[in-house]
């Protein structure tokens, strides 16, 4: 599995953190539910300076993730502007390394 910017949660990206706790029950995205659940092997990418989800909710799902590679920051990089050539270079190491286990 490849995420991209992945978000914790609708609420955990928008929302400080007494209002996440109020508001988790009408939460419809609860990914930081899922994430343990994953068993697969997977790479996770997320831009640091992403202002739309935050990069502490990428690296909070990766925390979850059993069987993931070490999280790919890219650095001053926001949700729509991460640089595509890298981004592909990433996934292909990744794959190629799924077909030697």
């Given at each position: 599995?490849v995420?991209?910017?992945?978000?914790e949660s609708?609420i955990?990206t928008?929302?400080s953190?007494?209002a996440?706790?109020?508001?988790?029950?009408?939460?419809?995205f609860?990914?930081?539910?899922?994430?343990p659940?994953i068993?697969?092997?997977a790479?996770l990418m997320h831009g640091?300076?992403?202002?739309v989800?935050?990069?502490?909710c990428?690296?909070?799902?990766h925390?979850?993730?059993v069987?993931?590679?070490?999280i790919?920051?890219?650095e001053?990089?926001?949700?729509?502007?991460?640089?595509?050539?890298d981004?592909?270079?990433k996934?292909?190491?990744?794959?190629d390394?799924l077909s030697?286990?």
């Amino acid at each position: 599995m490849v995420l991209q910017s992945p978000i914790e949660s609708a609420i955990r990206t928008v929302m400080s953190k007494r209002a996440q706790w109020f508001l988790q029950g009408i939460d419809i995205f609860r990914n930081y539910d899922k994430a343990p659940l994953i068993k697969c092997p997977a790479l996770l990418m997320h831009g640091t300076a992403d202002q739309v989800v935050p990069y502490h909710c990428g690296k909070a799902i990766h925390e979850l993730l059993v069987n993931a590679e070490p999280i790919v920051p890219f650095e001053r990089r926001g949700h729509n502007d991460m640089p595509e050539p890298d981004t592909m270079r990433k996934v292909k190491v990744f794959l190629d390394s799924l077909s030697r286990r």
